[in-house]
């Protein structure tokens, strides 16, 4: 992946210290938002920052889009794998540019409603919401290897 060193990036802070970096001190993993040529539909909600709207638009929009809304997901925390629903993509425009997954689980998983500050990007019981960088996730069924819990598979 090539860094990103040309363009302008806010300064790394503590909160993103997780991800991989480049010899530069940027995310070296971060998936890079494809070009307009990769259209389909299929999402119903993909709420980007300004900056990014119309090429976040169509990496939601995307045929090889790695999620999309409604999909069964896997988070695999210090105590195991909780499952979710994917509810939300976006940028959160006070934090990196890293695309984060609005998900709501299954189990409880802390105390999320899907509010973000003083907006809602969506609906879900207390405490089973929670927002992941898209890194951070795995397709339940890429995890299992079969079909998860609560999905349906399609032939």
């Not at 993993?29 to 119309?54: M, N």
């Not at 019981?125 to 999905?151: C, F, M, N, R, V």
């Amino acid at each position: 992946m090539d860094c990103m060193c040309s363009k302008k990036r806010r300064p790394r802070g503590d909160g993103d210290m997780y991800l991989p970096r480049d010899r530069h001190g940027h995310n070296s993993v971060v998936p890079r938002l494809p070009s307009k040529k990769k259209l389909s539909s299929g999402i119903t909600r993909c709420d980007p920052a300004p900056w990014h709207q119309e090429r976040l638009r169509d990496f939601c929009e995307s045929e090889s889009a790695p999620l999309r809304i409604n999909d069964r997901v896997v988070w695999v925390s210090d105590h195991g794998p909780e499952y979710g629903t994917v509810r939300w993509l976006g940028h959160l425009h006070d934090t990196s540019e890293d695309l984060m997954v609005g998900v709501e689980f299954d189990n409880q998983v802390g105390t999320g409603t899907g509010k973000y500050r003083d907006r809602q990007l969506f609906e879900a019981q207390l405490g089973h919401a929670s927002l992941i960088p898209l890194l951070g996730l795995l397709k339940a069924d890429d995890y299992l290897g079969e079909q998860a819990p609560g999905t349906v598979r399609l032939q």
